[in-house]
């Protein structure tokens, strides 16, 4: 079975810009769940999906979004890129969200 | 609020050795905890899980304990091999909410020497 694929792996952006990233979560898994790492916070939880519907959602500002298609494939938005945004975005997938996730790789972006 | 707390940054043990790795939470809604291991550059690995009904749960070379009264869980891997080197992240959630959110520790990295 094929895991969790992020893309693109690597981002350059520049302060203001808006970068959009894709998580394509393991077949039957209807959940997605996006978390950033920083070296500073540790992994935090940004928001969930299930069944192309937002669950939950972490403390982030209004600039962090996504969305879950029909496939179950999820993209997440960072709108006025800042120099904090700088991290690894982690997507993980699971069956119904409430119990173990699986990872992709993460897209490691970088703001200048 | 840190609700799930490694305190240990970084441990180190022998190869064949037990490594002990723990992990504490302050949240009593917290039914279902988890041990990721991850590799830079890669995503988290899920190692093993345990509910909150239980107070083991055991795979392979890896087992969990969870201590409810004392808000506290720890991940022993016996006997500890090079390959084990990695930074172990314990995790929580509310799965009687079924939701899809982990809340994370910041990390214990453990080095096995040969």
């Known amino acids: 079975k094929a895991g969790v694929t992020q893309t693109p792996r690597y981002l350059i952006k520049t302060r203001g810009q808006q970068v959009t990233l894709s998580c394509s979560p393991i077949s039957g898994h209807r959940s997605v769940s996006w978390y950033q790492q920083t070296p500073g916070q540790g992994l935090q939880f940004l928001f969930e999906y299930f069944s192309e519907t937002q669950r939950n959602k972490g403390n982030f500002p209004g600039r962090f979004s996504g969305r879950q298609f029909s496939n179950s494939r999820s993209e997440m938005n960072v709108s006025t890129l800042e120099l904090g945004d700088s991290a690894l975005y982690l997507c993980?997938?699971?069956?119904?969200?409430?119990?173990?996730?699986?990872f992709g790789p993460g897209t490691r972006l970088t703001v200048t | 609020d840190q609700q799930v707390k490694q305190n240990s940054p970084s441990l180190s043990v022998q190869e064949g050795r037990i490594s002990i790795l723990n992990c504490d939470y302050t949240?009593?809604?917290?039914?279902?905890f988890l041990w990721y291991k991850k590799y830079p550059a890669e995503g988290p690995t899920f190692l093993i899980s345990?509910?909150?009904?239980?107070d083991k749960n055991e795979d392979g070379r890896f087992t969990v304990f969870l201590n409810k009264s004392a808000k506290h869980l720890s991940l022993h891997i016996v006997p500890s091999q090079p390959g084990d080197s990695a930074v172990y992240f314990c995790a929580a959630s509310e799965a009687s909410s079924n939701t899809g959110k982990l809340i994370f520790g910041q990390g214990t990295t453990l080095q096995v020497k040969p």
């Open positions: 993980a997938s699971s069956f119904q969200g409430a119990h173990e996730q699986y």
């Open positions: 949240n009593s809604m917290f039914d279902y």
């Open positions: 345990i509910s909150s009904i239980k």
